[in-house]
């Protein structure tokens, strides 16, 4: 069974960068799309990003673009979010989900494809 175990959550302060890694095991495909996403308390959860391979595409919400950086190590089996410049709205519970044959495209990543998710990692930012 594939599983997915988020890491890197935390308090910083607003303007502050943490790394969000996403550790996946038991999947044999090499066709696969993570994605990334957030719930802040009371809200939605939003679609952030999402890296696919083996293409190697990206997406990223307009919330973080260009603060945001997804990337993988493939030898570690780990995805990582690069959260640069956080605001106080970023504080939410940060979950990164995956499919076998999910391709990025630039119109969004959507939560309701995905097979597998993950229990989540707490972001805080002060203000």
């Known amino acids: 069974e594939v599983q997915l175990v988020e890491s890197g959550g935390g308090l910083v302060q607003a303007g502050g960068s943490l790394r969000l890694s996403c550790t996946l095991s038991g999947f044999t495909y090499e066709s696969w799309g993570v994605g990334w996403f957030r719930q802040a308390p009371g809200k939605e959860r939003e679609g952030l990003s999402c890296l696919s391979s083996p293409d190697g595409k990206t997406y990223y919400s307009d919330a973080v673009m260009g603060r945001f950086t997804v990337s993988t190590d493939k030898d570690k089996n780990t995805v990582f979010l690069q959260m640069d410049n956080l605001r106080h709205k970023g504080t939410a519970v940060y979950f990164c989900?995956?499919?076998?044959?999910?391709?990025?495209?630039?119109?969004?990543?959507?939560?309701?494809?995905?097979?597998?998710w993950g229990k989540g990692t707490r972001v805080a930012v002060s203000s």
């Open positions: 989900a995956d499919r076998q044959f999910y391709y990025c495209s630039e119109y969004g990543v959507i939560a309701e494809a995905m097979d597998y």
